[in-house]
C-alpha cells in the first residue's frame, strides 16, 4: 500500500509538471508570437514615416528590392542606397525609426544625401554586423552609443560632413574589419585604443585634419591590408613596427608632415605593392629591397639621400622627383613605364642619362640637354629618322605614348587585376589601359569624337571589358601653349583633390607631351545644354527632374566652397559643362579654369568662363571670389526653369516692364505649367534664389551654403495664386 501510494503520488507529480509545462509552453509561444507581430507592426509603421518608399504596397514591405527580412517577418537588411529614391527635402536620417528594427544585421544608407546627425538611438541595434553611411550629407558628432554595436564589423561613414575627434571607444568593437571615416572634417588624434582591433583589414582616415603623430599601437592590426592616412596633418616619425604588418598590400601616408626616416623593414614587406609617402618631410635612404617588392612607389617631393637601391623588381610607376638623391642611376629603371627622377643631384659622366626621356631627368646638376631623348629610339631607328626625317618622328613619338605610363588618378584599393578594365589596371599596369584606349578610339579618330572645348575634344571609348568611358584630349597645337597646358594639368589637379557625388569622377589621366588626355566616367544623357536645347529631350525633364537637377548642382558647389581648404571656384561654370546620366542626375564637369583660393591674395586672374555666365565683378575686375560661382548658379538655375539662356531676362531685370511680368510667362513652355502645390512652392524657391544670386553686388547674394541650406528645408505652404506672381514680388523676398 505504501509502494502503491507513492506510485499515485509520482504520477501527479509527473502529470502536473507536464500540465505546466505545456501550459507555460503555450504561454511563452503566445507571447513570442505576440512579440514578433509587435515587433513587425513597428516595422512597418517605421517604414510608413519614413517617407522612403515608391508606391509600394506597404503591407508587402518584406518584398521590396533592398529589404530582407527573416522567417519572422522581421527586417534583417535595409540596402536602401541601390533601391530606393529619397526627395532630397525628406532625406533626413532621423526619418527612420532604427529602434523599430531590433533584428537588423545590415544598414546601408550610403548616396542618398541624408542630412541630420548620426542618431544615438543607432546603438540599440545590438545586432548589426554592417553599417554604411558613407555619401551623404551628415554632420555632427559620432555618436557615443556606436560602442553598443559589438557585433559591428564594417563601418563605412566616409565623404560626410562630420566633425568632432574620433572616440577611443570604438577600440570596443573587437569584430571590425573594415572602418572607413575618410572625407570628413575630424581633428585631433587617432585613438590608440584602435590598435585594439586586431581583425582590422582595412583602415581609411584619409581627408580630414588629423595631426599629432601615427600611433605605434597601428602595429597591433596584424591583419590589416590597407592602410590610408593620406591629406592630414600627421607630424612625427613613421612607426618601425608598421614593417611587421607582413599583410599589408597598400599604404598611403601623402600629404602629412612626416619627418625622419623611411623605416627600413617596410621594404622586406612580401605583399606591399603600393606605397605613397609623397609630400612629406622625409630624410635619409630609400630602404633596401621597397623597388623589389612595389609596383607603384611614390616618395616625392620630400628631402631623401643616398642613391637608388640597385634591387628593382616588377615597378611600373616610379615617382623620386625633389628629393636630394645622388649616385647613378641604376639601368634596370629603363624597363619602368613611368619614370620620374626629375629635381635630384644625380650624375652621370658617362652620359647614361642619355638612355632615358629627358622629362624624367630635368633639374639635375650633371643632366645633359644635348643628348637627352625624347623617347627610347635604337641606333636603326635614329638611320631611318635621317633618312625619312619628320615621319618617323611621329612614328616614334605615338610608339613612345604607347609604352609610357603616365601618372594614375590617386584612387587606391582595386586590388582586381583584369586586362582591359580601366579601374583595376590603371594603379597597376598602365601600358594595357593605354593600348585599350588607342585601340577603342582607333587612335583618337574623329568617328569617336563626341565634343570639342576651348583646350580639347572629347572622345567616347568602350574598354574591352565592356566599360564606357569619356576621354577630353589635348589638341596637338594646344599642347605647345603653355596656358593650355596649365589649364589641362589644373583639372587633373582638382579632381584628383576633390570627390563628391556630383561632381564627374576621374579614373586616371596622361600628361606627357603630344599625349595627354583626361579619364573620366561618361555621362550617356550628355549636357545639360543639349538636353535642354532638344525638344523631346527636354519634355522629359518635368518641374520635379528639373528641381532635382538644380539641387544637385548646388549641393555639389556648395562641397567645394565648404569642404574644401582653401575652396575651389570653378569659374566655368555652364550648361554645357553640367552632364547628365540616365537616372538624369547633374554632375559638374571642366575642371580646367578652376582656381583654388588664396585668402591672403588677391585674388587676380586672367578672365575665364563661358560668355553670359560669367560674374559681372570678374569681367571687369578680374577678382575671383566664391560668389562668382554663386552668379553663374544663378544664370544655370533660370536656364533649366525657362529653357533656354536667360540673357534677356537678366540685361532688363532693373526694368519695371520685366519686374512685372508674370512667372508663368518666363517658365519653359514645351511642358506644361505645374499642376501639383509641391512643384509650384519648389519652381518659386529655386527662381527666387537664382534671382538673388544675380545681384550685381557680390556680398549681397548668398552664399551656396545658405542655398543648399534652403533647399533642404520645407517651405511653408503657398501664399500667392500661381499665375498671379510676377518676378518683382520674387525679387523682394528675402533669403
Known sequence: MKNSGCSFLLVVIIFSTFSYNFFQGGVIANTTAASYSSSTNEEQKALLLSKWREGRNISEYCKWNGIVCNEAHSVTEISTGKY???????????????????????????????????????????????LDLSSNCLHGELPSSLSSLTQLETLNISNNFLTGVIPPILGQLKNMTLLSLDLNQFEGHIPLELGNLKGLVRLTLSHNSLNGSIPSTLEHLVLLVVLDLSHNKFFGVIPEGLSSLTQLTIVQLSWNQITGFIPSGIGQIPRLGILDISNNQLEGPIPSGVLNHC??????????????????????????????????????LHSVPHLNLSFNSFNDSDDGFCDFPKDSLIGNRDFNYSCASDARIS????????????????????????HVLCPPHNEFGNEERKNGDMLSVWNYDGKIAFEDIIKATEDFDIRYCIGTGAYGSVYKAQLPSGRTVALKKLHKTESENPSFYKSFSNEAKILTEIRHRNIIRLYGFCLHNKCMFLVYEHMERGSLFYNLSNDVEAQELNWSKRINIVKEIAYALAHMHHDCSPPIVHRDISSNNILLNMELQAFISDFGTARLLDCHSSNQTLLAGTYGYVAPELASTLTVTTKCDVYSFGVVVLEIMMGKHPAELISSLS?????????????????????FRKDMQHILLVVTLALACLCPHPKFRPSMQEIANELLVSKPPLLWHFDEISIQQLMKQKI
Open 655 to 675: 526694368e519695371p516692364s520685366i519686374q512685372h511680368k508674370k512667372l508663368k510667362d518666363i517658365l519653359d513652355s514645351r511642358i506644361p505649367l505645374p499642376f
Open 295 to 332: 609596383s607603384y612607389l611614390q616618395l616625392s617631393n620630400n628631402s631623401l639621400t643616398g642613391s637608388i637601391p640597385s634591387q628593382i623588381g616588377n615597378i611600373s610607376y616610379l615617382d623620386l622627383s625633389y628629393n636630394d638623391l645622388t649616385g647613378k642611376i641604376p639601368e634596370v
Open 84 to 130: 530606393f529614391y529619397i526627395p532630397p527635402i525628406e532625406a533626413h536620417i532621423q526619418n527612420l525609426n532604427v529602434t523599430a528594427f531590433p533584428n537588423l544585421i545590415r544598414l546601408e544608407l550610403s548616396g542618398l544625401r541624408l542630412k541630420g546627425s548620426i542618431p544615438s538611438e543607432i546603438g540599440s541595434l545590438k545586432k548589426l554586423v554592417h
Open 379 to 402: 641606333p636603326v631607328m635614329i638611320i631611318v629618322f635621317s633618312t625619312f626625317s619628320g615621319m618617323v618622328f611621329s612614328v616614334v613619338l605615338v610608339c613612345w605614348g604607347i
